[in-house]
T-cell receptor, first 112, second 114 residues
Framework: DQQVKQNSPSLSVQEGRISILNCDYTNSMFDYFLWYKKYPAEGPTFLISISSIKDKNEDGRFTVFLNKSAKHLSLHIVPSQPGDSAVYFCAASPYNTDKLIFGTGTRLQVFP | AAGVIQSPRHLIKEKRETATLKCYPIPRHDTVYWYQQGPGQDPQFLISFYEKMQSDKGSIPDRFSAQQFSDYHSELNMSSLELGDSALYFC?????????????FGPGTRLTVL
């Protein structure tokens, strides 16, 4: 049972435009959410996180939005750059634990 | 800055053999996590240690065991290997075992079971 879902396996965006990656979750016990970026042959790299007491967190070009009622979060990258091309994983952590439950990933390609 | 080190990076074993994967956390990090990523799948949490004690357990087979040593490095021991154990094994470390402590991942060990 996939508790964290990324329904778009791939996304293609032009350089300079906004990239929006989406993530849905089913477990209401999740209260901490993260986005990781992964290049081939490397481990996931932490990007940004948000706790359930917030609905938005921003760090430079990256903004994460959380809609608890819809059990949905999204990552906005603006402006998108070719170096952003990678696989993006959404992850969630249940209340009172630190283990991460990952989504299936979205491959983002930013073209010139 | 120093990152999480995993060794070996690649490992080929035969069915029913054993394997040991090693993880060296970022200096001063006291918490280690192990994840398994099968082909085309998302990383799955296996087990974690905080201050040398097991802190959480996920979908880790009974054939696998792990521990964290006094220098905070960790080893994942895998016995009676099966074809389905072929996967990328990631180790992550954090400073503190709290939910909000960022987990930093190593480059992974690719295990192939023939």
């Amino acid at each position: 049972d996939q508790q964290v879902k990324q329904n778009s396996p791939s996304l293609s965006v032009q350089e300079g435009r906004i990239s929006i990656l989406n993530c849905d979750y089913t477990n209401s016990m999740f209260d901490y959410f993260l986005w990781y970026k992964k290049y081939p042959a490397e481990g996931p790299t932490f990007l940004i996180s948000i706790s359930s007491i917030k609905d938005k967190n921003e760090d430079g070009r990256f903004t994460v939005f959380l809609n608890k009622s819809a059990k949905h979060l999204s990552l906005h990258i603006v402006p998108s750059q070719p170096g952003d091309s990678a696989v993006y994983f959404c992850a969630a952590s249940p209340y009172n634990t630190d283990k991460l439950i990952f989504g299936t990933g979205t491959r983002l390609q930013v073209f010139p | 800055a120093a990152g999480v080190i995993q060794s070996p990076r690649h490992l080929i074993k035969e069915k029913r053999e054993t394997a040991t994967l090693k993880c060296y956390p970022i200096p001063r990090h006291d918490t280690v996590y192990w994840y398994q990523q099968g082909p085309g799948q998302d990383p799955q949490f296996l087990i974690s240690f905080y201050e040398k004690m097991q802190s959480d357990k996920g979908s880790i087979p009974d054939r696998f065991s792990a521990q964290q040593f006094s220098d905070y490095h960790s080893e994942l021991n895998m016995s009676s290997l099966e074809l389905g154990d072929s996967a990328l094994y990631f180790c992550a470390s954090s400073l503190g075992g709290a939910q909000s402590d960022t987990q930093y991942f190593g480059p992974g060990t690719r295990l192939t079971v023939l």
